[in-house]
Protein backbone atom coordinates (compact mmCIF):
# COMPACT_ATOMS: atom_id res chain seq x y z
CA UNK A 1 0.00 0.00 0.00
CA UNK A 2 1.08 3.39 -0.64
CA UNK A 3 1.72 5.90 2.37
CA UNK A 4 3.65 8.78 3.06
CA UNK A 5 5.85 6.81 5.38
CA UNK A 6 8.43 5.43 3.87
CA UNK A 7 11.16 5.61 0.88
CA UNK A 8 8.97 4.18 -1.85
CA UNK A 9 6.21 6.46 -1.27
CA UNK A 10 7.44 9.71 0.27
CA UNK A 11 7.32 11.26 -3.04
CA UNK A 12 3.95 9.77 -4.00
CA UNK A 13 2.57 13.02 -2.01
CA UNK A 14 0.24 15.91 -3.71
CA UNK A 15 1.19 18.24 -5.64
CA UNK A 16 1.35 21.17 -3.35
CA UNK A 17 2.64 20.23 0.11
CA UNK A 18 5.38 18.63 1.34
CA UNK A 19 5.37 15.49 2.74
CA UNK A 20 8.57 13.09 4.90
CA UNK A 21 11.89 13.42 5.27
CA UNK A 22 14.12 12.01 3.36
CA UNK A 23 16.16 9.10 4.47
CA UNK A 24 19.95 10.51 4.95
CA UNK A 25 22.00 10.38 1.81
CA UNK A 26 19.10 10.09 -0.13
CA UNK A 27 18.53 12.57 -2.74
CA UNK A 28 15.92 13.92 -4.98
CA UNK A 29 15.16 15.62 -8.57
CA UNK A 30 11.81 17.11 -9.14
CA UNK A 31 11.16 19.81 -11.83
CA UNK A 32 7.20 20.99 -11.34
CA UNK A 33 5.27 22.65 -13.98
CA UNK A 34 2.19 24.55 -13.66
CA UNK A 35 0.13 26.14 -16.31
CA UNK A 36 -2.80 28.74 -16.25
CA UNK A 37 -4.72 31.33 -18.60
CA UNK A 38 -2.06 34.13 -18.02
CA UNK A 39 1.11 32.15 -17.09
CA UNK A 40 3.44 29.04 -17.29
CA UNK A 41 5.31 28.39 -14.32
CA UNK A 42 8.66 25.66 -13.96
CA UNK A 43 10.61 24.79 -10.99
CA UNK A 44 13.29 22.23 -10.38
CA UNK A 45 13.78 21.11 -7.04
CA UNK A 46 16.96 18.79 -5.61
CA UNK A 47 16.75 17.39 -2.08
CA UNK A 48 18.90 15.72 0.13
CA UNK A 49 18.70 13.88 3.09
CA UNK A 50 21.95 15.02 5.36
CA UNK A 51 20.61 13.79 8.70
CA UNK A 52 18.41 11.26 10.26
CA UNK A 53 16.04 13.93 11.49
CA UNK A 54 16.17 16.49 8.65
CA UNK A 55 16.41 17.17 5.17
CA UNK A 56 17.22 20.36 2.84
CA UNK A 57 15.68 22.13 -0.69
CA UNK A 58 16.87 24.15 -3.17
CA UNK A 59 14.82 25.18 -6.23
CA UNK A 60 15.05 27.55 -9.18
CA UNK A 61 11.94 28.62 -10.89
CA UNK A 62 10.76 30.55 -14.02
CA UNK A 63 7.35 32.20 -14.40
CA UNK A 64 6.25 33.32 -17.88
CA UNK A 65 3.51 35.40 -18.31
CA UNK A 66 1.07 35.69 -20.85
CA UNK A 67 2.11 39.21 -21.59
CA UNK A 68 5.46 38.38 -22.24
CA UNK A 69 7.37 38.81 -19.39
CA UNK A 70 9.75 36.42 -17.57
CA UNK A 71 10.54 36.41 -14.02
CA UNK A 72 13.36 34.26 -11.82
CA UNK A 73 13.02 32.88 -8.41
CA UNK A 74 15.26 31.02 -6.71
CA UNK A 75 14.02 29.29 -3.30
CA UNK A 76 15.66 27.35 -0.63
CA UNK A 77 14.29 25.69 3.07
CA UNK A 78 16.08 23.51 5.16
CA UNK A 79 13.97 21.28 7.63
CA UNK A 80 14.54 19.92 10.58
CA UNK A 81 12.50 17.00 12.05
CA UNK A 82 10.71 17.15 15.15
CA UNK A 83 9.53 13.63 16.36
CA UNK A 84 8.62 11.34 13.52
CA UNK A 85 6.07 13.06 11.75
CA UNK A 86 6.59 16.94 11.91
CA UNK A 87 9.28 19.06 10.55
CA UNK A 88 9.74 22.67 11.26
CA UNK A 89 10.83 24.76 8.23
CA UNK A 90 12.13 28.52 7.80
CA UNK A 91 11.54 29.01 3.96
CA UNK A 92 13.29 31.99 2.03
CA UNK A 93 12.38 32.73 -2.11
CA UNK A 94 14.24 34.80 -4.03
CA UNK A 95 12.84 36.35 -7.11
CA UNK A 96 13.64 38.88 -9.78
CA UNK A 97 10.49 40.74 -9.35
CA UNK A 98 11.37 42.64 -5.42
CA UNK A 99 7.03 41.23 -5.10
CA UNK A 100 8.36 37.42 -4.89
CA UNK A 101 11.14 37.88 -2.72
CA UNK A 102 10.00 36.51 0.79
CA UNK A 103 10.47 34.83 3.71
CA UNK A 104 8.75 32.90 6.56
CA UNK A 105 8.79 29.96 8.82
CA UNK A 106 6.39 26.31 7.87
CA UNK A 107 5.42 23.19 9.89
CA UNK A 108 5.28 19.76 7.71
CA UNK A 109 3.14 17.06 9.14
CA UNK A 110 2.49 13.79 7.20
CA UNK A 111 0.95 10.56 8.50
CA UNK A 112 -1.43 7.42 7.14
CA UNK A 113 -3.18 4.64 8.20
CA UNK A 114 -3.62 1.57 6.08
CA UNK A 115 -4.49 2.71 2.32
CA UNK A 116 -5.42 6.54 3.59
CA UNK A 117 -2.24 9.14 3.86
CA UNK A 118 -2.33 12.75 4.59
CA UNK A 119 -0.06 15.43 4.22
CA UNK A 120 -0.72 18.90 6.15
CA UNK A 121 1.60 22.09 5.85
CA UNK A 122 1.03 25.46 7.78
CA UNK A 123 2.99 28.23 6.51
CA UNK A 124 3.77 32.29 7.15
CA UNK A 125 4.84 34.38 4.81
CA UNK A 126 6.21 37.86 4.57
CA UNK A 127 7.31 40.22 1.40
CA UNK A 128 11.21 41.33 1.77
CA UNK A 129 10.50 44.21 -0.78
CA UNK A 130 11.22 47.59 1.49
CA UNK A 131 8.65 49.57 -0.38
CA UNK A 132 6.03 47.89 0.63
CA UNK A 133 5.62 45.93 4.23
CA UNK A 134 3.32 43.67 5.28
CA UNK A 135 2.20 41.22 8.10
CA UNK A 136 2.41 38.65 5.40
CA UNK A 137 0.08 35.48 4.70
CA UNK A 138 -1.37 32.89 6.58
CA UNK A 139 -1.58 29.60 4.58
CA UNK A 140 -2.15 25.84 4.88
CA UNK A 141 -2.51 22.65 2.73
CA UNK A 142 -4.49 19.84 3.61
CA UNK A 143 -4.13 16.69 1.61
CA UNK A 144 -5.84 13.26 2.14
CA UNK A 145 -4.27 10.85 -0.16
CA UNK A 146 -5.93 7.11 -0.88
CA UNK A 147 -4.16 4.12 -2.43
CA UNK A 148 -5.70 2.70 -5.18
CA UNK A 149 -3.36 0.06 -5.96
CA UNK A 150 0.22 -0.41 -4.81
CA UNK A 151 1.48 1.97 -7.46
CA UNK A 152 -1.46 4.71 -8.18
CA UNK A 153 -3.38 7.02 -5.49
CA UNK A 154 -5.62 9.43 -5.68
CA UNK A 155 -5.63 12.89 -3.35
CA UNK A 156 -7.66 16.20 -2.95
CA UNK A 157 -6.32 19.37 -1.54
CA UNK A 158 -7.64 22.08 0.27
CA UNK A 159 -5.21 25.61 0.37
CA UNK A 160 -7.00 28.17 1.84
CA UNK A 161 -5.15 31.33 3.28
CA UNK A 162 -5.42 34.66 4.56
CA UNK A 163 -3.54 38.07 4.14
CA UNK A 164 -3.12 39.83 7.09
CA UNK A 165 -2.93 43.03 6.69
CA UNK A 166 -6.02 43.30 4.78
CA UNK A 167 -7.96 39.64 5.56
CA UNK A 168 -8.38 38.88 1.94
CA UNK A 169 -9.04 34.68 1.51
CA UNK A 170 -8.72 32.46 -1.41
CA UNK A 171 -8.33 28.78 -1.55
CA UNK A 172 -6.65 26.66 -3.57
CA UNK A 173 -8.58 23.38 -4.47
CA UNK A 174 -7.04 20.52 -6.23
CA UNK A 175 -7.56 17.09 -7.30
CA UNK A 176 -4.75 14.58 -8.54
CA UNK A 177 -3.41 11.50 -9.19
CA UNK A 178 0.21 10.38 -8.51
CA UNK A 179 1.78 6.71 -10.04
CA UNK A 180 5.02 5.15 -9.22
CA UNK A 181 7.28 3.60 -11.95
CA UNK A 182 10.35 1.71 -12.18
CA UNK A 183 11.43 -1.72 -10.72
CA UNK A 184 13.23 0.08 -8.01
CA UNK A 185 9.75 2.19 -7.45
CA UNK A 186 12.34 5.33 -7.89
CA UNK A 187 10.05 7.75 -10.10
CA UNK A 188 6.84 9.40 -9.08
CA UNK A 189 4.29 11.16 -11.55
CA UNK A 190 1.66 13.63 -10.56
CA UNK A 191 -0.63 15.36 -12.63
CA UNK A 192 -3.52 17.57 -11.11
CA UNK A 193 -6.15 19.91 -11.72
CA UNK A 194 -6.35 23.38 -9.56
CA UNK A 195 -9.26 25.98 -8.85
CA UNK A 196 -9.09 29.24 -7.29
CA UNK A 197 -11.37 32.29 -7.17
CA UNK A 198 -8.83 34.65 -7.20
CA UNK A 199 -6.44 32.58 -9.89
CA UNK A 200 -8.98 30.55 -11.97
CA UNK A 201 -8.43 27.29 -13.11
CA UNK A 202 -5.26 25.75 -13.51
CA UNK A 203 -2.88 22.70 -13.66
CA UNK A 204 0.15 21.24 -12.66
CA UNK A 205 2.14 18.36 -12.86
CA UNK A 206 5.66 16.88 -11.41
CA UNK A 207 8.32 14.57 -11.67
CA UNK A 208 10.19 13.41 -8.98
CA UNK A 209 13.35 10.74 -9.07
CA UNK A 210 14.99 9.20 -6.06
CA UNK A 211 18.46 8.59 -5.68
CA UNK A 212 18.64 6.16 -2.43
CA UNK A 213 21.71 5.94 -0.37
CA UNK A 214 24.38 3.56 -1.69
CA UNK A 215 26.20 1.49 0.64
Known amino acids: ?24 GTTTVAPYVYASASAVSSTLYASRGVHRLGDVYAGVGFV ?9 LVEA ?15 VV ?16 WGGKGPLSW ?10 DPQAPSPGTLSAALAPEVSLTERVSMFIEVDPSIALETSATDVLVVQGASVVLGSERAHTAVVALQWSPEAGPSVGASWTTTFPTRE
Open 1 to 24: MITLLSIATAAASPLNPWGSLAPE
Open 64 to 72: HESSGATRV
Open 77 to 91: FPRFGVGSQTAIVPH
Open 94 to 109: WGSAAADRSAGAEIHT
Open 119 to 128: VVNLMWRTPL
